[in-house]
């Protein structure tokens, strides 16, 4: 039973880096239901890895820095007549090597941050509107609104690609049906993530103030991904679909706080 009504569908992935990255489990949840894939990657030099993780699956490269990137692919979809289901955008950096206090961010950062973190969410969209079934389905992936101090300025950015899925759902509404929702997840262990500096404190923090005292795993936001590009969630849009097993109604979690009462 086709339960997403996916099958045959075309899919639009960016992100897939490496089997860790949310990008990949959904474009596999998706596979697996039969649905077809474009992938996208950043830099020519994750080419070979990821298509042996997808070899059957056509792969552009697209620097999101770099406009002409993104204008050869929608050149390409258009001469093949693709026409997109849907789009994952998942995708983000800061430059956080050296971490400084959220007032000390300097302007190349955070412009670098928010064009590749959520300005690529509308650039990408605009130029590709063209190519999109008219009931299509555009996910971004985001983070929990729990204003963790490692994210540094990706935080805020991260809080604008939220609002982004708002605005960018009211404008398409004006010529099609698409809809745009946003995931915000609780803390993942990620290779991107692994670069965030005391992400792993935050981590083991996160699992314990889950209902469940057990981490949210990235197949879990996965499931999520596919559910939102899938027509089952027709009604779902212009929202920010929080997925953290119960972590942001827990923050005062009773053995949590006799933990620190008790040691602080």
Same mark, same amino acid.
């Not at 971490?99 to 509308?122: G, V």
């Given at each position: 039973?086709?339960?997403?009504?996916?099958?045959?569908?075309?899919?639009?992935?960016?992100?897939?880096?490496?089997?860790?990255?949310?990008?990949?489990?959904?474009?596999?949840?998706?596979?697996?239901?039969?649905?077809?894939? #474009?992938?996208?990657?950043?830099? !020519? $030099?994750?080419?070979?890895? *990821?298509?042996?993780?997808?070899?059957? &699956?056509? /792969?552009? #490269?697209?620097?999101?820095?770099? !406009? $002409?990137?993104?204008?050869? *692919?929608?050149?390409?979809?258009?001469? &093949?007549? /693709?026409?997109?289901?849907?789009?994952?955008?998942?995708?983000?950096?800061?430059?956080?090597?050296?971490?400084?206090?959220?007032?000390?961010?300097?302007?190349?950062?955070?412009?670098?941050?928010?064009?590749?973190?959520?300005?690529?969410?509308?650039?990408?969209?605009?130029?590709?509107?063209?190519?999109?079934?008219?009931?299509?389905?555009?996910?971004?992936?985001?983070?929990?609104?729990?204003?963790?101090?490692?994210?540094?300025?990706?935080?805020?950015?991260?809080?604008?690609?939220?609002?982004?899925?708002?605005?960018?759902?009211?404008?398409?509404?004006?010529?099609?049906?698409?809809?745009?929702?946003?995931?915000?997840?609780?803390?993942?262990?990620?290779?991107?993530?692994?670069?965030?500096?005391?992400?792993?404190?935050?981590?083991?923090?996160?699992?314990?103030?889950?209902?469940?005292?057990?981490?949210?795993?990235?197949?879990?936001?996965?499931?999520?991904?596919?559910?939102?590009?899938?027509?089952?969630?027709?009604?779902?849009?212009?929202?920010?679909?929080?997925?953290?097993?119960?972590?942001?109604?827990?923050?005062?979690?009773?053995?949590?706080?006799?933990?620190?009462?008790?040691?602080?």
């Amino acid at each position: 039973m086709d339960f997403l009504k996916i099958s045959g569908k075309t899919f639009f992935i960016t992100g897939v880096a490496n089997k860790k990255s949310v990008a990949y489990h959904s474009a596999k949840v998706l596979q697996e239901n039969g649905a077809n894939l #474009i992938l996208s990657i950043q830099k !020519e $030099e994750q080419l070979a890895k *990821v298509s042996s993780l997808f070899p059957e &699956s056509k /792969i552009f #490269i697209m620097d999101v820095e770099r !406009e $002409e990137t993104i204008e050869e *692919v929608k050149a390409s979809l258009e001469s &093949s007549e /693709i026409v997109l289901d849907g789009l994952l955008h998942s995708m983000a950096f800061a430059n956080l090597a050296e971490p400084k206090p959220y007032h000390e961010t300097s302007w190349k950062d955070f412009a670098q941050a928010e064009r590749i973190s959520c300005f690529s969410l509308m650039n990408i969209c605009h130029h590709l509107k063209d190519t999109f079934n008219k009931d299509a389905s555009v996910v971004t992936i985001s983070i929990s609104d729990t204003l963790a101090t490692s994210y540094g300025f990706l935080g805020p950015i991260k809080a604008q690609l939220d609002v982004s899925v708002a605005y960018l759902a009211k404008s398409f509404s004006e010529f099609s049906e698409i809809r745009f929702n946003a995931v915000c997840a609780g803390p993942l262990k990620t290779s991107a993530s692994a670069g965030i500096p005391g992400y792993i404190n935050n981590y083991i923090f996160a699992e314990k103030l889950t209902m469940r005292k057990q981490a949210l795993k990235t197949t879990e936001v996965a499931d999520t991904v596919a559910f939102l590009l899938s027509p089952r969630s027709s009604g779902i849009n212009a929202t920010g679909v929080k997925v953290d097993a119960g972590m942001r109604s827990n923050g005062f979690d009773q053995s949590v706080v006799n933990t620190v009462a008790d040691h602080g």
